[in-house]
């Protein structure tokens, strides 16, 4: 087990550095290069996928009790999930992005993992295709925050983190509340050795953008989030 986990964790981190290359190139305008380093990503983590599915398979019929093996395979595959789904974004194939996200969304919810990076990404999603109104999924993302900042205070290895808290403020603007959203975020650059949330709030943005195009009736209570969270954060 050990040696078949390495392997797709290699794989992951391989995804990772394409990733991490497509961002770069987005950002000088280099889109062809950058697109080809998320399609090189996506077919990275297809073959970890590959890997996976015949050992996750039996996850789905499964009630939250699970061997050691089967727990680190089940986070290893939300993992995959999570990061296929992130290059589907990049690539602007929100409906792609969209059924992953849902996959892992389930088996986070299902197994109570601590991970919401899958559920968050579905709510969001959802939001950027039109398929939900974003007052209409206020108890959800309510919900998803609660379930969040209850963690948060409950174990300390995902507080240190800090990862949880991006996903936390991003449920707080989503929400309107701004207070909370910028002491997460705060929270979160100092945890994660990060400069700034310019990533998350990049995508706040470009959801913001899709909901007014979609005339969402509460895309301002976002966008009014956006603006306060950018002159209370510092950016490099």
């Known amino acids: 087990m050990p040696d078949f986990l390495k392997i797709v964790r290699d794989k992951q981190d391989e995804a990772k ?7 770069a190139m987005r950002k000088v305008g280099k889109e062809d290069v950058a697109l080809d380093s998320f399609r090189s990503g996506l077919a990275v983590l297809n073959k970890a996928l590959e890997l996976l599915r015949p050992y996750t398979g039996e996850l789905y019929s499964m009630s ?10 089940l986070r290893e595959l ?6 296929q789904g992130g290059l589907f974004q990049r690539l602007g194939l929100q409906n792609e992005a969209l059924a992953i996200y849902s996959e892992g969304a389930e088996l986070e919810q299902d197994f109570e993992l601590s991970s919401t990076y899958n559920r968050l990404n579905a709510i969001k999603s959802d ?8 007052g209409k999924l206020k108890p959800k993302i309510e ?7 209850t963690r948060l205070r409950r174990d300390k290895s995902l507080s240190d ?8 403020g991003d449920c707080m603007a989503l929400l309107g509340n701004t207070e909370k959203a910028e002491l997460a975020y705060k929270t979160f650059i100092a945890k994660a050795e ?7 709030l990049d995508v706040l943005k470009g959801m913001a953008s899709d909901l007014e195009r979609l005339k969402d009736p509460d895309v301002q209570r976002l966008l009014s989030a956006i603006d306060i969270l950018q002159k209370g954060l510092t950016f490099s």
């Open 17 to 23: 550095s394409y990733r991490k290359k497509g961002d």
């Open 78 to 83: 939300v993992e995959t999930l999570g990061a």
């Open 194 to 200: 990060i400069k700034s949330p310019e990533r998350t």
């Open 127 to 134: 939001l950027i295709l039109g398929n939900q109104r974003l």
């Open 161 to 168: 983190s800090g990862w949880a808290w991006a996903d936390f």
């Open 143 to 149: 919900k998803l925050a609660k379930y969040i900042e």
């Open 64 to 73: 939250n009790s699970l061997s050691n093996d089967q727990d680190l395979l």
